[in-house]
T-cell receptor, first 113, second 114 residues
Framework: NAGVTQTPKFQVLKTGQSMTLQCAQDMNHEYMSWYRQDPGMGLRLIHYSVGAGITDQGEVPNGYNVSRSTTEDFPLRLLSAAPSQTSVYFC????????????FGPGTRLTVL | AQSVTQLGSHVSVSEGALVLLRCNYSSSVPPYLFWYVQYPNQGLQLLLKYTTGATLVKGINGFEAEFKKSETSFHLTKPSAHMSDAAEYFCAVKRGSSASKIIFGSGTRLSIRP
């Protein structure tokens, strides 16, 4: 199993550009989440999904959209990038049958100029 | 509402010394608690977790943590630090019934002195 994969690893955007961060998992996990990590702030939940077709907002959803058309994929879209969205983004997945252990991807480092 | 406070953003210990990373939580219901480790330029991986049962939880790489309800604490310890333990450590609490609603602390960077 590849586990949780994320692409790209690095990305530089200009203010106002849009892009999609990709996340995929091959463990047949129902739950998937997106976090952003900023220095001194730990990880903050952006959006999450408890199954295909179901998504909900986390702590910091503004400026981000998600969709979950399949169990495997959970892309994160930035509609109009802002410098405040410069961060490291992590995708995670878990299964309710595994008592809440989350499996994390390697992260995407995004810089918005 | 649940939250997590990690005391000390940076801890430095000598190789072979005791490691103690502090975590306090607030929760209106019995919590699920976690410690994750992040090595440089990598994602997070689970060290250990407390759900129910025994309050002393053993994890990977010789780490353990004790759930103390009276102190609302879940401190992480390791008797003897190794150079390979240098990393950032995150305490987390599960919020609500969804496994996706996990709240992380701000992290503690552990440095090991030779």
């Amino acid at each position: 199993n590849a586990g949780v994969t994320q692409t790209p690893k690095f990305q530089v955007l200009k203010t106002g550009q849009s892009m999609t961060l990709q996340c995929a998992q091959d463990m047949n996990h129902e739950y998937m989440s997106w976090y952003r990590q900023d220095p001194g702030m730990g990880l903050r939940l952006i959006h999450y999904s408890v199954g295909a077709g179901i998504t909900d907002q986390g702590e910091v959803p503004n400026g981000y959209n998600v969709s979950r058309s399949t169990t495997e994929d959970f892309p994160l879209r930035l509609l109009s990038a802002a410098p405040s969205q410069t961060s490291v983004y992590f995708c995670a997945s878990s299964s309710p049958g595994q008592t809440d252990t989350q499996y994390f991807g390697p992260g995407t480092r995004l810089t918005v100029l | 509402a649940q939250s997590v406070t990690q005391l000390g953003s940076h801890v430095s210990v000598s190789e072979g010394a005791l490691v103690l990373l502090r975590c306090n939580y607030s929760s209106s219901v019995p919590p699920y608690l976690f410690w994750y480790v992040q090595y440089p330029n990598q994602g997070l991986q689970l060290l250990l977790k407390y759900t129910t049962g025994a309050t002393l939880v053993k994890g990977i790489n010789g780490f353990e943590a004790e759930f103390k309800k009276s102190e609302t604490s879940f401190h992480l310890t390791k008797p003897s630090a190794h150079m390979s333990d240098a990393a950032e450590y995150f305490c987390a609490v599960k919020r609500g019934s969804s496994a996706s609603k996990i709240i992380f602390g701000s992290g503690t960077r552990l440095s090991i002195r030779p």
